[in-house]
Antibody
Framework: QGQLVQSGTEVKKPGASVVVSCKVS????????ITWVRQAPGQGLQWMGW????????DVAQEFQGRLFMTTDTSTTTVKMEMTSLRSDDTAIYYC??????????????????????WGQGTVVIVSS | DIVLTQTPLSLSVTPGQPASISCKSS???????????LYWYLQRPGQPPQVLIY???NRFSGVPDRFSGSGSGTDFTLKISRVEAGDVGVYYC??????????FGQGTRLEIK
């Protein structure tokens, strides 16, 4: 079935960058996209972006554009998410999740993610001076 | 931007009793392809979210048939026919029609009486 295992807690100062990794196992690494969702303390879920693991294409939510970068490493079957210029309100749990499939929407000319069917355990990122 | 509004924000249910959560969208989630892109996720305490329902009413693999989804257009409902202790957590609806962003509702916390 597969498993996503994320890297451990990170503590960063404002203005710094953080890299969170998501180790994939148990299924064909390149076959399914990975998406990222975060959850601030006591808050709800916020979608951040996704990466097509097969071809490296990424799509980032507008509020994170220019600060969020996603990459893949086929040799280690790992997806990495880097966020730069951290602020205190970036303090959150960051989750990677597998997407069950992607569909191309010919009407809207866009790619649509399907179910987020498998999640990592989450990585706590604390941004504090 | 599209907004998903869930009600109630919290509910307390006696085991064996039903529960119902509403999710209202600021815009229709019906696509011209006939699909409605509304999903339900459950986040148990201390756990990552897990999918329950996709495209309004389809239970994901392994989800008990106590869970059901319904609705159309802008109004959707998640129902639990008989609540169990393991159903405790926060339930989120999510839309994937109005891209480029995938929007979650604010969540509904379910607790057991």
């Amino acid at each position: 079935q597969g498993q996503l295992v994320q890297s451990g807690t990170e503590v960063k100062k404002p203005g710094a960058s953080v890299v969170v990794s998501c180790k994939v196992s148990g299924y064909d690494f390149s076959s399914l996209p990975i998406t990222w969702v975060r959850q601030a303390p006591g808050q709800g879920l916020q979608w951040m972006g996704w990466i097509n693991v097969y071809n490296g294409h990424t799509d980032v939510a507008q509020e994170f554009q220019g600060r969020l970068f996603m990459t893949t490493d086929t040799s280690t079957t790992t997806v990495k998410m880097e966020m730069t210029s951290l602020r205190s309100d970036d303090t959150a749990i960051y989750y990677c999740a597998r997407v069950s499939q992607i569909r191309f929407d010919y009407t809207w000319g866009t790619t649509r993610l399907d179910v987020f069917d498998m999640w990592g355990q989450g990585t706590v990122v604390i941004v504090s001076s | 931007d599209i907004v998903l509004t869930q009600t109630p924000l919290s509910l307390s249910v006696t085991p064996g009793q039903p529960a119902s959560i509403s999710c209202k969208s600021s815009q229709s989630l019906l696509h011209s392809d006939g699909n409605t892109y509304l999903y339900w996720y459950l986040q148990r305490p201390g756990q990552p979210p897990q999918v329950l329902i996709y495209e309004v009413s389809n239970r994901f693999s392994g989800v008990p048939d106590r869970f059901s989804g319904s609705g159309s257009g802008t109004d959707f409902t998640l129902k639990i026919s008989r609540v169990e202790a393991g159903d405790v957590g926060v339930y989120y609806c999510m839309q994937s029609l109005h891209l480029p962003s995938y929007t979650f509702g604010q969540g509904t916390r379910l607790e057991i009486k």
